[in-house]
């Protein structure tokens, strides 16, 4: 890195994290499109799964290209700058938004799935750009803390994208005739796209500080992959990604199912709101959790606060009587005991958050009503943590290899892309309750990643988190 003096840089990570409330806002958008367009295009699950796989492919295309492109020709950030990159990024992803004009007018899945890639190329430059950008915003020790807080906001757009995104395709901009219309994306996608050109502006005229890195002599080949950790990092980060984006993924129509809670799309939005606020929750109390520089007694005081002030957003958000939504508090009180438990030790606390996640899937196939409501739910906040605590030891010790491990570990995003489509074809099959043990099974990989790092990283501080989903 340059010998650029780091100042006050409130300013330019204030600015870097409403882009993150964005990236997460519009990117959970997707939980919202799924059961639309599987109702407006008659389509079976496999085939309205298709929206994650032309989404987060894009991530694996994107981030093999930046990949090849770095590899041959030098690192493109480096060259051009972190600013230039940001806006890079989003200005493709506004383009993504644009595309849905063409797709809505002329009624194809297919223009769909092709503004859904272009998006998703764009996220992919994002996350690239700048979760790495935040990391420099600051002394290094106190990274991981950054970033985490900014994946929070990320987590509140996620939060608040099925009641707002929801009500805006569901509601306002519905058919007139009660029915389901394509033109129905058509508005709320413009205004995305013209928030995130305002938010490109923003970045523009907003002084940011200039990082630049040292030209490092790339490693040739593939001798990354000598690295056990980063070898199992990397199919961690694949099955977690496809786990949490097939859980949220189906909600809405697992929650729809009569034996279940028999939810309507109104209703059951607010349920998957919940289970994106968990994670919210979760980053913001593993920001803290990540602190070094107070007492164990303080930090958990402060956990409690922030973990039940979180919770009252939410609350205040979804719209729901509190006896509704009162059963949270009780994965509020687990979570808060795994992260005590887990004392910041990335390995431990993933160890614990998986074996959790593993037990409310198991619940929410063999049970019926509230019990699988709630059990399914309740995954949200135990992913919180989960994407930053394996990337932290999946490029443990890698050294000179390690900007190589990083593009590698993006890639396994692809993740997201494969897994719904899989669950959706399992759900056609033997039906979207019992179709959960993909997600089931992508826990316990990342389980088992966790018991390994345990014994191969035993004094492991979790002080270099370096990116989030």
Known sequence: MNNHKKGNNAIPLITITLLFFMWGFITCMNDILIPYLKELFQLTFFKSMLVQFAFFGA??????????????????????????????????????????????????YGLFLSALFVLGLGFTVLQITANAYVSLLGPEDSASSRLNLTQAFNSFGTTIAPILGGHLIFELFKDPGGGF???ATRIPYLIFAGILVLVALLIWR?????????????????????????????????????????????????????????????EAKKYLAIYWGGAMIG???????????????????????????????????????????????????????????????????????????????????????????????????????????IYTLAIAKLGTYTSQGSSLLVMAILGGAIMPVIQGALADAIGVQYALVVPLLCYAVVLNFGFYCMKRFKNLEMTSVKSGH
């Open 181 to 183: 219309s394509a033109a």
């Open 283 to 389: 980053r913001f109390v593993g920001a803290i959790s990540l602190s070094h520089t107070m007492s164990q007694a303080r930090k958990a005081a402060y956990m409690l606060v922030t973990a039940l002030a979180v919770f009252g957003v939410i609350y205040l958000l979804v719209g729901m009587p509190f006896e509704q939504i009162s059963f949270f508090l009780i994965f509020i009180a687990l979570n808060f005991v795994g992260f005590l438990v887990g004392r910041s030790a990335p390995a431990r606390t993933l160890v614990i958050f998986s074996l959790v996640n593993m037990f409310l899937l198991a619940s929410a196939i063999i049970n019926k009503g509230e019990i699988a409501m709630f059990s399914i739910v309740g995954i949200g906040i135990f992913n919180s943590i989960m994407f930053s605590n």
């Open 206 to 266: 907003v002084k940011l500080p200039n990082f630049a890195q040292d030209e490092e002599n790339q490693p040739k080949g593939l001798g990354v992959l000598q690295f056990p950790q980063l070898k199992r990092g990397i199919l961690s980060v694949f099955c977690y990604v496809g786990g949490e984006v097939a859980v949220g993924s189906f909600m809405i129509s697992f929650l729809g199912l009569q034996d279940i809670a028999g939810l309507h799309e109104n």
């Open 59 to 108: 991530y694996f295309i994107g981030s093999l290209i930046y990949f090849i492109i770095s590899y041959y020709n030098g690192d493109p950030v480096n060259k051009v700058g972190y600013k230039k990159g940001i806006i890079f990024g989003i200005i493709l992803s506004a383009l993504g938004c644009v595309l849905f004009l063409p797709a809505a007018t002329f009624g194809m």
